[in-house]
């Protein structure tokens, strides 16, 4: 499975971008609003940190002003940016447009495996579940994506699932284990994966060890 970060703050990008194992980017107008910049210039610097897919997400609710963002966002970057359109009827059909003409979509605010199934009908590159929001209402997030990954196989869909909304490391390996293409995952819960206890106790051992061997060779 592959990981995005989800964020729009540039200094966690530029963090992620030196791990080796980001393999992309989400960002939404929340994330955005954060930030204190525009759009535009905040999308300018991430695709020069991450060489892969940067999910940009039209503010617009109307089908013709959806397109019109859609094509000034992805003439920032026509290597890089996947156009974020959300789960509506006027969402879906620019999305069924965007694929007309090359350009990536990701259908985002996701919560049914029935609108996954109109997200890969429209010629979504992406579909983005969300898991924390499904939690926060009590429902099963992680079934839900079990649901979409055999639809997906099913037909044979080549849409690439995105795990978002995601909360916490538990998230994340369920995901993985679920079947997911992709989990967009924040800073924060990025960091805390690398983590384990008898790992740090492991390299303190390790090292004091080395030293010791050291110490004999010196003599
Ligand atoms: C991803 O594409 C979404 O923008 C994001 O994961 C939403 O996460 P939240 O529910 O924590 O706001």
Redesign the pocket.
């Known amino acids: 499975m592959k990981l995005f970060i989800?964020t729009a703050n540039i200094e966690e990008i530029k963090e992620a971008s030196t791990w080796g194992y980001i393999k992309g980017v989400?960002t939404?107008p929340?994330?955005i609003a954060k930030e204190g910049s525009s759009q535009k210039e905040i999308i300018e610097q991430i695709v020069k940190l991450i060489d892969g897919p940067i999910?940009a997400e039209v503010t617009a609710e109307d089908y013709p002003h959806m397109m019109e963002q859609a094509h000034e966002l992805y003439q920032i970057d026509p290597k890089h940016i996947v156009i974020k359109l959300p789960m509506t009827k006027d969402g879906l059909r620019a999305s069924a447009e965007l694929k007309k003409e090359n350009i990536p979509t990701n259908v985002?605010l996701c919560f049914s495996a029935n609108q996954a199934l109109l997200a890969f009908e429209a010629g979504a590159r992406y579909v983005?579940p969300?898991l924390?929001?499904l939690d926060d209402i009590s429902d099963d997030s992680i079934k839900l994506i079990e649901e979409i990954v055999q639809i997906k196989r099913n037909y044979g869909y080549t849409t690439e699932i995105?795990c978002?909304?995601?909360?916490n490391p538990d998230h994340v390996k369920k995901c993985a284990l679920a079947g997911g293409d992709i989990a967009?995952v924040p800073y924060k819960v990025l960091s805390s994966l690398l983590s384990h206890p008898l790992t740090d106790r492991g390299l303190d051992s390790f090292r004091i060890d080395a030293e010791k061997t050291a110490k004999l060779t010196e003599k």
């Open positions: 989800d989400t939404n929340s994330l999910s985002t983005s969300f924390g929001r995105i978002a909304s995601i909360r967009t």
